[in-house]
């Protein structure tokens, strides 16, 4: 069964800051990765999705990285705003053979403070 | 306007109900999601489906019922045999594996179920 964790389970910065939160899956038998952010009482926003066969992608001041083999993937927000502060979520689709059941697992989240 | 809703926003029950959240969405997508969120938690899949008159159960089904008879349309009910139903309720689409693209998630707004 496909387990995801998310490390820390909060974290708080001064404003300016670059940061990386971490995600890890255990199986890396995935089709995609996505990383959503969600604000207190709302619902999710899709910011990043990666497929299985690429290394990274970029929007905006966010870059997320993938490594299927070691089952890890990497959320980097550069100059981080007190508008950034929100729960980030990352969630990891069944690969089932070339294509998804479009069954996410998500991870508990990493609450992200970022202060003046 | 393209998205997707959840109505209400806030409900409330009473032990022994029966409740319908509602899920609606203008995106021509094939797939539609319901997941649970409890608090301090990653969200869980409660029912899902690829394609209308067609549904599978997630990984916590027990006590819940769907029904996609249109393609915008994927309402949830609660019922009675669910024991702990308060929650927030997230719904989601997507276009679905059957046409091969990017199974990027989309998410509503969100439904939180309170029993009284």
């Known amino acids: 069964k496909q387990e995801v964790t998310q490390i820390p389970a909060a974290l708080s910065v001064p404003e300016g800051e670059n940061l990386v939160l971490n995600c890890s899956f255990t199986?890396?038998?995935?089709?995609?990765l996505q990383w959503f952010r969600q604000d207190p009482g709302k619902g999710l926003t899709s910011l990043l999705l990666?497929?299985?066969?690429?290394r990274e992608q970029t929007s905006g001041r966010l870059n997320a990285s993938l490594d299927k083999s070691s089952g890890r993937s990497t959320l980097y927000i550069a100059a981080s705003q007190p508008g950034d502060s929100a729960t980030y979520l990352c969630?990891?689709?069944?690969?089932?053979?070339?294509?998804?059941?479009?069954?996410?697992?998500f991870g508990q989240g990493t609450i992200l403070t970022v202060h003046p | 306007d393209g998205g997707i809703t959840q109505s209400p926003k806030y409900l409330f029950r009473k032990e022994g109900q029966n409740v319908t959240l509602s899920c609606e969405q203008n995106?021509?997508?094939?797939?539609m999601y319901w997941y649970r969120q409890d608090p301090g938690q990653g969200l869980r899949l409660i029912y899902y489906?690829?394609?209308?008159?067609?549904?599978q159960k997630g990984d916590i089904a027990e006590g819940y019922s769907v029904s996609r008879e249109k393609k915008e349309s994927f309402p949830l009910t609660v019922t009675s045999a669910q024991k702990n139903p308060t929650a927030f309720y997230l719904c989601?689409?997507?276009?679905?594996?059957?046409?091969?693209?990017?199974?990027?998630?989309?998410f509503g707004p969100g439904t939180r179920l309170t029993v009284l």
């Open positions: 989601a689409s997507s276009r679905g594996q059957t046409k091969r693209v990017l199974d990027e998630q989309f």
């Open positions: 995106l021509n997508h094939d797939a």
């Open positions: 489906s690829q394609i209308v008159n067609d549904f």
């Open positions: 969630a990891v689709s069944v690969d089932a053979g070339g294509t998804s059941y479009g069954k996410l697992t």
């Open positions: 199986d890396s038998a995935i089709y995609n």
């Open positions: 990666i497929q299985s066969s690429q």
